[in-house]
């Protein structure tokens, strides 16, 4: 089993929608990170969350320490939404030696 | 744009070879991750370092090695290469250790055929 799952694995929906992506983590973390994988490769942190809710624009993250959940959401959902999302955990460990643990992403299209 | 930069964008190189990719971290930024994506294996951590020493590995094989130089730029070195090693390289950095967000660089292609 993964330490990180994501789901769904791969969404279509009209432009418009409200889109939710889901991640769930089964070690004990310091940090959850949701990054945006363009077509051409590139990756863009999109937010780094410890507690709580981020937003940003039409992006709201969210995370749920003790049931090991973070959502991403997006309103008004638009084309250029389309991408790869993919949720990355920092387990804890102290002094900042770690990378990140990897979700496989969920392919996302929004269709016009 | 991150202000991470990586060279080369693409490697076509073949089995057996020795390749070096350079990632170059944000002004100011200490820490540098490596990461592969592999198609079978998706994004996997390979080696961190900060300010010149390394700070934690994870899936590196022992046919990679990895340095960070006195000027914070890092390079990734990839020996006795394999067709599984075909992949894309990114590197990241971060103003330090691991509480802070990672800005990742627009990654190296590598091909071995």
């Known amino acids: 089993k993964n330490e990180v799952e994501q789901s769904p694995q791969n969404l279509t929906a009209q432009e418009g929608e409200f889109i939710t992506i889901n991640c769930s983590y089964s070690v004990g973390i310091s940090a959850l990170h949701w990054l945006q994988q363009h077509p051409g490769g590139g990756i863009v942190s999109l937010f780094m969350l410890s507690s709580g809710k981020k937003k940003h624009g039409r992006l709201i993250a969210t995370i749920n320490i003790q049931e090991k959940h973070s959502s991403l959401h997006i309103t008004a959902s638009h084309p250029r939404d389309s991408a790869v999302y993919i949720c990355?955990?920092?387990?804890?460990?102290?002094?900042?030696?770690?990378?990140?643990?990897f979700g496989k992403g969920t392919h996302l299209i929004i269709q016009p | 744009d991150s202000g991470v930069t990586q060279t080369p964008k693409h490697l076509i190189t073949a089995t057996g070879q020795r390749v070096t990719l350079r990632c170059s971290p944000r002004?100011?930024?200490?820490?540098v991750y490596w990461y592969q994506q592999s198609l079978d294996q998706g994004l996997q951590f390979l080696i961190q370092?900060?300010?010149?020493?390394?700070?934690a590995k994870g899936n590196i094989l022992e046919r990679f090695s990895a340095q960070q130089f006195p000027d914070l730029h890092s390079e990734l070195n990839l020996s006795s290469l394999e067709l599984g090693d075909s992949a894309l390289y990114f590197c990241a950095s971060s103003p330090s250790g691991g509480g802070y967000e990672q800005y990742f660089g627009p990654g190296t292609r590598l091909t071995v055929t």
């Open positions: 990355a955990v920092l387990s804890y460990s102290g002094g900042g030696a770690d990378g990140l643990t």
């Open positions: 370092y900060y300010n010149g020493e390394e700070r």
């Open positions: 002004s100011g930024d200490l820490s």
